[in-house]
């Protein structure tokens, strides 16, 4: 065999063993990615972004039944330590919006809004809000004229002569009272008094009590898709196949349906 062909042969026979070991590379880069991409995924899930939708009419006009929201989890700090004031976190402030565990039931996640800071004094007269004796100026809260009539929507701290409305959880209904100072509720330390924004049909902090300060996930701060819906589309109570029919009809009128002018709205 002349030596130049002798030289080819053996360098093909190079490259084909360096195919497979290639081959192999890349399938390796590819898994080491995909591993990569899922633990920041389930980092960030669990300690960033969270997302959320919303399944009530309580935060109207702020947050419509069907808005899809995306979480911060990460930005109202932790338990003190000296780190966190190198990082960008930020104490809990009057009006922030916050999704927490509802301190009963199933802990399923609410929606509301921060009113009484820890040491605050709260009550309300006539559908006027007063924090530690003052009127609160709330532009984002709305009242329903067509809402059922609640004597908590007029005056809260409800007078022990008055009836206790069958809303309120039992347990807050007995412990409520030794919270109770005159004519108001004061906020005790490690915890917060919420509010919906659609004041008359939320049950809020009024009729469960308050907010844990551990019960926090974080703040909603965009919306980043919203779809026409109601609450019976996310009850609890609905069966599978209720809930899957409903995922086909609204992926079946995805574009009608869905808000377009809501979609990557930040939220206030």
């Known amino acids: 065999m002349p030596e130049e062909t002798q030289t080819q042969v053996e360098e093909q026979a190079q490259e084909k063993k360096q195919e497979h070991p290639a081959h ?16 920041l995924a ?3 899930t669990s300690f960033v972004v969270q997302a959320f939708k919303i399944p009530s009419a309580s935060m109207e006009s702020t947050l419509l039944i069907g808005d899809h929201l995306l979480v911060n ?3 109202f700090g932790g338990n003190g330590a000296w780190y966190e ?7 809990l402030q009057r009006g922030d919006i916050i999704v927490f565990k509802y301190p009963y ?11 009484g800071l820890p040491g605050d004094r709260v009550k309300v007269v006539d559908q006027t809000l007063y924090i530690n004796g003052k009127a609160l ?10 809402a059922p009539y609640d004597p908590l929507n007029y005056n809260f701290p409800p007078p022990r002569s008055q009836l206790i409305t069958s809303a309120m959880q039992p ?3 007995h412990e409520m009272r030794q919270y109770t100072r005159g004519d108001e509720i004061v906020v005790p330390p490690g915890k917060y008094f919420a509010m ?5 049909r939320s049950l809020d902090s009024r009729y469960w009590g308050f907010v844990d300060r551990d019960a926090i996930m974080g703040r909603p701060f965009l919306i980043y898709w919203s779809v026409e819906a109601k609450s019976g589309d996310y009850s609890g109570e609905s069966t599978f196949w209720s809930r899957l029919a409903g995922v086909v009809q609204t992926l079946a009128h995805l574009p009608s349906r869905t808000r377009w002018s809501r979609m990557l709205h930040t939220v206030h």
């Open 171 to 173: 347990e807050w209904a």
């Open 85 to 91: 004031k190198l990082l960008p976190y930020r104490q």
């Open 24 to 39: 192999q590379t890349t399938i390796s880069e590819y898994l080491e990615s995909l591993l990569v991409t899922v633990i």
């Open 137 to 146: 100026p709330e532009p984002y809260v709305v009242h329903d004229s067509g």
């Open 42 to 44: 389930l980092f960030g």
């Open 73 to 75: 989890k990460f930005i």
């Open 196 to 200: 919906g924004d659609n004041r008359d």
């Open 105 to 115: 039931a199933d802990h399923q996640h609410f929606v509301k809004r921060v009113i």
